[in-house]
């Protein structure tokens, strides 16, 4: 088997910085981590909440603290550097070796979509608190055994809200990552790069937010045992 990862994310139109943060980390024990932040508001102060958090999430995870208690260091962190009066959502998608597990961390409303072969596609949406605001705010926490045919999508809601100002409800992730399964479509990268075409065609080209997406699969392993990381970058 092999993990396949991939993110496609876009400013705020007009923005010169995303709010966003991401971040990724080899564990220590083996495996991997995908960080994502949203900061409150957007631009230059988004941003630089949004960076505070994943770095000290990343800096946890960097010596071999667990998911959840990195989660919830970030969020005292940020409760007591800006004494709870902003927030920012968070999540942590690691592929953990040691376990054999895929583990998602969420602290953001937002939900999660996931497919294994098992049980197909479905949301992981149970109320789930932002970090930095209220006093005692934990993650929610979910593990999947690795298995080929599993994925794992995280995005941050201006993926959710793209093209709710022309009177829609927004765009539908679940029904789009759907049509993508029934036509045999579970890469990664194929997987992110559709949702962000469709959230853009809604937006008619100017995301009224930022947009991140980052999606982590399973699949059968090809050719040689070489770690490979590849990526664009616009400037």
Partial sequence: METQFAVAKINKYAMRESGDTLEMIERPHGGLSMVLVDGQRSGRSAKAISNVVA?????????????????????????????????????????????????????????????????????????SSVVGVHRQVKPTITEIPVAIGTFVVVFTDGLQHAGSSSGSKGLNALTIVADLVTQGVMDARQIVDTLLEKALELEKGRPRDDISIMCMSVAEKRGDDIRRLSGRLPL
């Avoid at 989660?71 to 550097?81: E, K, P, S």
């Avoid at 009066?85 to 998602?104: E, F, M, P, Q």
């Avoid at 953001?108 to 479905?122: E, K, Q, S, W």
């Fill in 55 to 127: 770095r000290k999430a990343v800096q946890l995870l960097a010596e071999g603290v667990r998911d959840g208690a990195a989660a919830r260091a970030a969020h005292d962190y940020l409760y007591t550097y800006r004494r709870g009066k902003v927030s920012a959502t968070l999540n942590i998608l690691s592929v953990d070796t040691r376990s054999g597990t895929l583990v998602i961390s969420r602290n953001n409303p937002a939900p999660v979509i996931v497919h294994t072969t098992d049980t197909g596609l479905f949301l992981l949406d149970e109320p």
